[in-house]
């Protein structure tokens, strides 16, 4: 199977390396900056470039970009996009994606499933992705219907999920969640991190503690978690 991977940074570039490493699918991956499409196909994360003529060529997309260049990327680019294409986002926002996506892939005639990848770190950038970051991290996939076995199994083949359970079977690691509640979910889900580690920081810097010279309140969700933990409860 031909996998695009549009946008490269933490996710993208994660996801192009895991697929890499982990399957036997080809890799095509687009990203603003030449220097990024330079490092992905020298570490062999990629094999090609996704350009607008080889869109039509990929059976599977994950848009791998901010929310706004996610909407951006359906409306300039779904009509390139082949019908028998599934195309999954990784947006922590749900609502507008989704109604964008859905509405390219009404338009266009390919498949839209919303996704979010439950896994990061603190640091962002092509250069922090690595090929192990969705090991054991669930996938939420918003409505996938009749394509739910499908990118549970791919998801699965590239690190989500992982261990047995005490009677052998498999973790279920791909959530299906409804559209009608799933954004909100989402969004709670992908934020909850960040509103309980600004808490913690706030409150140890209220009560005189040293928080290593973190910025009062509006500190970044994964950089404050991470120092959380490494300072323990």
């Known amino acids: 199977m031909v996998v695009g991977i549009v946008g490269l940074g933490l996710i993208g570039g994660s996801m192009a390396k895991a697929v890499s490493e982990h399957t036997g699918h080809k890799v095509l991956g687009a990203d603003l900056d030449p220097a990024v499409l330079a490092g992905a196909l020298s570490d062999g994360a990629i094999i090609g470039e996704l350009t607008d003529s080889r869109l039509a060529l990929c059976e599977f997309i994950v848009v791998a970009l901010t929310p706004v260049l996610t909407e951006n990327w359906f409306s300039e ?131 005189g503690y040293d928080t290593g010279g973190l910025p009062q309140r509006g500190a970044v969700g994964r950089a404050v978690l991470a120092k959380s933990r490494q300072s323990g409860p």
């Open 77 to 207: 680019k779904g009509a390139l996009v082949a019908k028998e294409t599934v195309v999954v986002d990784c947006c922590g926002t749900k609502r507008a994606v989704c109604a964008a996506g859905r509405a390219a892939a009404s338009k266009y005639g390919f498949t839209f499933v919303g996704g979010h990848p439950m896994a990061g770190i603190e640091k962002m950038g092509y250069g922090a992705s690595r090929a192990d970051l969705f090991k054991g991290a669930s996938m939420i996939l918003v409505e996938p219907g009749d394509k739910e076995e499908m990118l549970a199994g791919f998801f699965q083949a590239v690190g989500f999920g992982g261990g047995r359970h005490g009677d052998g079977r498999s973790p279920r690691r791909c959530h299906r969640l409804h559209l009608a509640a799933g954004p909100r979910r989402v969004e709670c889900l992908h934020h909850e991190p960040h509103g309980r580690a600004a808490g913690w920081v706030f409150g140890r810097q209220l009560q």
